[in-house]
RNA sequence: CGGGGCAUAGCGCAGCCUGGUAGCGCACCUGCUUUGGGAGCAGGUGGUCGCAGGUUCAAAUCCUGCUGCCCCGACCA
């Protein structure tokens, strides 16, 4: 991709009502433009870094066995109305009626649909286990949103459910979805940890919350510094009837190993043991061996959207955002160093660049008709983890000049080292 | 929903108090000069001043009502 036909949408000022770091670095990196209170576009580098996101989660939850479906975004509030979650829910359901008055709502989470779907789906009790999972946007009608994509109304969520014959086989494939989950957040190069946590409005036994640490975060984690006990503190505040949360830190830990530590975290993921709860009340039945059963089941949910920019809380300097390789929207960039005053200059980075594409290295060349200082900063804002710089000072030399985004100056390298170096 | 703030060009803002031709910086377009860290000069494009009503000869500006957005709180897989 060349950034002359590309849509960089980067800005020079941070927009006057983004609070937080990542929604300022969000907007001005191009990545999202608001649409209304907690509804965004998202611009092409921002989709690119999204279905990053996406891919880490698709390959890993693929890995562990669960299968992709799509589930509709609009459900029928019968069905809600059968699980009797209408009223639970409340006000976050976003309800509507079509043309013919019958009642639908948006769908902030699919345990209403997934178990309908599966009273026919499933119909032997040889099928199980089974996890189905999708990637889709949620619309949650929050009473405040806020700092952009981290608490916005209409969201990309990975949400799975599985569905087993027994409480040992919900045990095992809570530990199965647990480890796929540990394996995405290592990949996507975020500094988290996982929480026990309550079960709130979905309901069901144990659960555990992936937290992103980041001082930003709007919950209150705590931590034994002694063992391996934590909790959302919200959770222990509830267990000491309703103390300041602040005022656990420093208090022996509940599982009388060391002390407590307050952190804030950004919730990322969710894993629930659901039980029966929702096949027993929607009535998902399914025949074994010599009665029906109703089967086990798990809830499992990752906010794509929010890891962008939870990503973006951990990963900035002054200049920009600093993506982990993983989820960066391009490999390299190559920035052309004034196009107009020699043809060797452009030459080299026509080769350079058709030799990235080869290597399957995405690469964006920077070939717009603007001085260096802002082609560095734009690449800079957007993170790209590495760039060549392309001018007449090193043409001669035979080396290139490499800089990496974390380091401050590039160093001279080799075409060999160069491609090494970025494949790495 | 309670409290606070804001609404004027894509972005950041001034103008409002004291009514009288809608402005500045950045971005964008054209030309020339420049060129290794956000260039200079010259010319140019872009606005129902959030919406509706009222006062007035005249409203971005004064009055009334509404809407949207942001922040704090309550809430939140």
Redesign the pocket.
Known sequence: MKTSRLILG??????????IIS?QLMIRAGLIR?V???IYNWLPIGKKVLQKVEAIIRSEMDNSGAQEILMPMVQPASLWEESGRIDQYGQ?LLVFFDRHENKFCLG??HEEIITDLCKNLITSYKQLPITLYQIQT?F?D??????GVM?SRE?L?KDAYSFDLNKEGLDRSYSIMKEAYTNIFDRLCLDYRVVKA?????GGSD?EEFHVLADSG??LLAFSDKSSYAINAELLNELNEGQDPYSLDGKPSPDGKGVLKLKKGIEV??I?KLGKKYSEVLNLRIQAEDQDIFPEMGCY???ASRIVAASIEQNHDD?GILWPKPLAPFDVAIVE??P??NVKVTNKCSELYEQFKEHKIDVLWDDRD?????K???M??IGMPYTV???????KTGEY?L?ERVDEK?KLVSHQDLVANIKN
């Open positions: 980067t800005q020079r000022e941070n927009p006057s009502d983004a609070e929604h608001q209304s209170s907690g976050e902030p989470t949620k949650r929050e009473i405040r949103p806020r700092f608490r969201f969520m309550d079960s709130g409005a979905i659960s709007e919950d993921g969710h629930f949910g990752i906010g200049k160093v004034n107009k005053n603007k001085r260096p200082g802002v560095f900063n734009d800079e804002v710089i392309v001018g007449e000072r090193t043409l000049e800089k590039p």
